[in-house]
């Protein structure tokens, strides 16, 4: 059967899909076209398709089930349909490898998704449980805030387990850390006022915005102590620093912006604890006000039982298509398996080894797009 399944992964149709997705532009907040799209191929080839508004009624999410009628789990696949707002670029196929806007990023993903689907109907393979297939809009910040997955999760449209086909595929991420996105604001009563006219013992602004870089790098060192296997350590990184209007004018406000990423699942809210405490400190020294003006988290810390079912069908997958398992490894970035994760099912993010994610040069191997297929197909037969 699992030779069966392998050979039924058509590389022709998984690309005219790949193609057909691209084809249609998607920027976030703006991908009801192609879900259109989605939809229609999933249906013509007689899948049951729902069409859930799940928070976002302006591009309807794409819910699809493969059903063997017989109990078991449900292996869901999800993806997000939505591409970064770049000028588009259309499909190509050319020297082996597929371009265009999305091809990386993840419709040639979710084009292997659907050629999965196709596989396991064409060989009769899925002998019990089910595969569902989502995809959704509301992915890519800073223009979508993932309210639609976060609906579909809501509104119970999930499986015992997920693949995701991110750009991903040299490790198997079994952990990953969490992030806050952060900005302070150093702020002084009063006006700004030319430096030769200040009076007397005026609180300084950008040596209060400095001291809290010093400090935050000084905290930084103590993070490195804070580590978990396959992801490294807690992390601190300032990326931007930004005060005053003219050389000879002193200020009212300073701004620091950067990353606070930890590697315990929860610590989010300590990390923020921890941080404000620290900028007290330096309001309290420097007669400033200091506040954290934002502290958004996209993500949080998570780590997979690499025992678990889905590793296992998963790994066992990957070596009958590939020869070996995949190296375990951390994943580098957050992406939606972490709010798959958060919200208690087993996420795995494997895609094929993609290139230009989020530029105008995406492009993907077409022999990855295959390879990818038949893991997703094999996996879904042995974990459902
Ligand atoms: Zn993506």
């Given at each position: 059967?699992?030779?069966?399944?392998?050979?039924?992964?058509?590389?022709?149709?998984?690309?005219?899909?790949?193609?057909?997705?691209?084809?249609?532009?998607?920027?976030?907040?703006?991908?009801?076209?192609?879900?259109?799209?989605?939809?229609?191929?999933?249906?013509?080839?007689?899948?049951?398709?729902?069409?859930?508004?799940?928070?976002?009624?302006?591009?309807?999410?794409?819910?699809?089930?493969?059903?063997?009628?017989?109990?078991?789990?449900?292996l869901?696949?999800?993806?997000?349909?939505?591409?970064?707002?770049?000028?588009?670029?259309?499909?190509?196929?050319?020297?082996?490898?597929?371009?265009?806007?999305?091809?990386?990023?993840?419709?040639?993903?979710?084009?292997?998704?659907?050629?999965?689907?196709?596989?396991l109907?064409?060989?009769?393979?899925?002998?019990?449980?089910?595969v569902?297939?989502?995809?959704?809009?509301?992915?890519?910040?800073?223009?979508?805030?993932?309210?639609?997955?976060?609906?579909?999760?809501?509104?119970?449209?999930?499986?015992?387990?997920?693949?995701?086909?991110?750009?991903?595929?040299?490790?198997?991420?079994?952990?990953?850390?969490?992030?806050?996105?952060?900005?302070?604001?150093?702020?002084?009563?009063?006006?700004?006022?030319?430096?030769?006219?200040?009076?007397?013992?005026?609180?300084?602004?950008?040596?209060?915005?400095?001291?809290?870089?010093?400090?935050?790098?000084?905290?930084?060192?103590?993070?490195?102590?804070?580590?978990?296997?396959?992801?490294?350590?807690?992390?601190?990184?300032?990326?931007?620093?930004?005060?005053?209007?003219?050389?000879?004018?002193?200020?009212?406000?300073?701004?620091?912006?950067?990353?606070?990423?930890?590697?315990?699942?929860?610590?989010?809210?300590?990390?923020?604890?921890?941080?404000?405490?620290?900028?007290?400190?330096?309001?309290?020294?420097?007669?400033?006000?200091?506040?954290?003006?934002?502290?958004?988290?996209?993500?949080?810390?998570?780590?997979?039982?690499?025992?678990?079912?889905?590793?296992?069908?998963?790994?066992?997958?990957?070596?009958?298509?590939?020869?070996?398992?995949?190296?375990?490894?951390?994943?580098?970035?957050?992406?939606?398996?972490?709010?798959?994760?958060?919200?208690?099912?087993?996420?795995?993010?494997?895609?094929?080894?993609?290139?230009?994610?989020?530029?105008?040069?995406?492009?993907?191997?077409?022999?990855?797009?295959?390879?990818?297929?038949?893991?997703y197909a094999?996996t879904a037969q042995?974990f459902c």
């Open positions: 059967m699992e030779d069966n399944i392998l050979q039924a992964v058509d590389e022709q149709r998984l690309l005219d899909t790949a193609k057909a997705l691209i084809a249609v532009p998607s920027p976030t907040l703006d991908a009801g076209a192609v879900a259109d799209a989605l939809a229609a191929i999933l249906a013509e080839e007689g899948f049951a398709v729902e069409r859930p508004q799940a928070d976002w009624p302006q591009a309807p999410a794409v819910v699809a089930r493969f059903d063997s009628g017989q109990p078991g789990r449900v869901q696949f999800d993806g997000h349909l939505d591409t970064v707002h770049l000028p588009f670029v259309p499909p190509k196929v050319e020297n082996g490898h597929l371009y265009g806007s999305g091809s990386s990023d993840m419709k040639g993903g979710i084009a292997a998704f659907v050629e999965a689907l196709r596989a109907r064409d060989v009769g393979a899925l002998t019990k449980g089910a569902l297939l989502t995809a959704h809009d509301h992915h890519e910040a800073p223009w979508g805030d993932r309210r639609q997955l976060l609906a579909l999760i809501r509104e119970g449209f999930v499986g015992d387990g997920v693949l995701l086909p991110e750009y991903l595929g040299d490790a198997l991420p079994i952990a990953g850390r969490g992030m806050a996105v952060f900005s302070v604001e150093v702020e002084r009563d009063g006006a700004p006022v030319h430096e030769g006219l200040r009076p007397a013992g005026l609180p300084d602004v950008i040596a209060a915005g400095a001291e809290v870089v010093l400090r935050l790098n000084a905290l930084n060192e103590h993070l490195r102590e804070r580590t978990a296997p396959h992801v490294g350590s807690d992390t601190l990184f300032i990326g931007r620093i930004e005060g005053g209007q003219i050389y000879n004018q002193v200020p009212v406000q300073c701004r620091v912006e950067g990353t606070r990423r930890w590697v315990a699942a929860g610590s989010g809210a300590a990390a923020r604890r921890e941080m404000e405490d620290l900028l007290a400190d330096v309001a309290a020294a420097s007669g400033t006000r200091i506040r954290l003006a934002d502290w958004n988290m996209p993500g949080d810390a998570f780590a997979v039982d690499q025992n678990s079912p889905l590793v296992g069908a998963f790994q066992s997958a990957h070596e009958q298509v590939t020869g070996a398992p995949l190296p375990l490894g951390g994943k580098p970035f957050i992406d939606d398996g972490n709010v798959f994760m958060a919200a208690g099912i087993e996420a795995l993010t494997h895609g094929p080894c993609a290139m230009g994610a989020h530029t105008t040069d995406e492009q993907v191997p077409v022999a990855e797009l295959v390879r990818v297929a038949k893991v094999l042995t």
